[in-house]
């Protein structure tokens, strides 16, 4: 299946997936939901609106919004932005970010070729989460935050499944991902929204939806100091369709969480790490 994606017509698809997604056709739509419900699982209890024909669009139930005191937030220098299952985490080596066995990547090609970018985060740390359908897809941030760019960088839309993190090389930085630069009180946060096969689009809260337009050149946008202003625990974005996001810390920032590890099923706000010097 994974060598199949390269042969696949990837972006028409996703184009057809995002067009359905948006669409609002009444009973199929609620038939897609309820189908799709079933086969992945969803825990509809913790939606704000469990009742599957609340949702006008497939979009409107995949980013739907979850319960008043749902997710807790831990008392944490830094909690875990999202629903998902870990990929991997750990230390840069330099420039380079572990992806999986035998397959690396650098963040400089992560962050769309910005070299000054990446340098602040040479020997620093990382964290890859995977947002698989069942989970909810709304990004929420580890910690207080400035938002001082956001970078679209076109790619390829490969599934980013654990199976194809395996097995394409570079996958996350091969993949269309929007780039969120914060100013913290610890230093400079990337967050990073990847890209995949049937993810309609990302969107932020300060943007709206950021693709489509799909162009073939970098975008990139700046925020004056002040401008966005994102408290920990507040949404900064979400997944039109699943995928995943990886997160960069300069070196000596964050101690991760001693029960992480690679797999681990993870929710919003619960412990990530605290600062380096605790």
């Not at 060598?3 to 669409?23: D, E, W």
């Not at 096969?197 to 337009?213: F, K, L, R």
């Not at 995943?244 to 992480?260: K, M």
């Amino acid at each position: 299946m994974v060598a199949l994606q390269y042969v696949l017509p990837k972006k028409l698809l996703t184009q057809l997936a995002g067009a359905f997604a948006r669409s609002q056709s009444g009973a199929l739509t609620q038939f897609a939901i309820r189908k799709f419900v079933a086969k992945y699982g969803v825990n509809m209890a913790e939606a704000l609106h469990p009742d599957v024909t609340r949702y006008a669009s497939f979009n409107d139930f995949f980013t739907r919004a979850l319960k008043s005191g749902a997710r807790p937030l831990a008392q944490a220098t830094y909690v875990c932005p999202v629903d998902g299952a870990i990929s991997q985490f750990g230390t840069i080596e330099g420039e380079q970010i572990f992806q999986a066995k035998g397959h690396q990547y650098t963040a400089r090609a992560l962050l769309g070729g910005d070299a000054a970018l990446a340098a602040h985060f040479d020997g620093g740390q990382f964290a890859t989460i995977y947002l698989s359908p069942k989970d909810y897809h709304r990004i929420h941030m580890p910690c207080d935050g400035a938002l001082r760019r956001m970078i679209y960088v076109p790619g390829d839309l490969f599934s980013v499944n654990p199976a194809t993190a395996l097995a394409v090389p570079g996958l996350f930085a091969r993949n269309e991902r929007v780039v969120c630069v914060f100013d913290t009180a610890r230093g400079p946060l990337v967050l990073t929204l990847v890209g995949a096969t049937i993810v309609g689009s990302m969107a932020t809260v300060w943007h709206g939806v950021v693709n489509p337009p799909r162009t073939p050149d970098i975008r990139e946008w700046t925020y004056a100091a002040g401008e966005v202003q994102l408290k920990q625990g507040d949404e900064m974005g979400r997944f039109l369709l699943g995928s995943t996001v990886v997160l960069l810390w300069p070196r000596e920032t964050l101690r991760f969480n001693a029960a992480w590890k690679p797999a681990l099923s993870v929710r919003l706000g619960e412990i990530m790490g605290g600062s380096f010097s605790a």
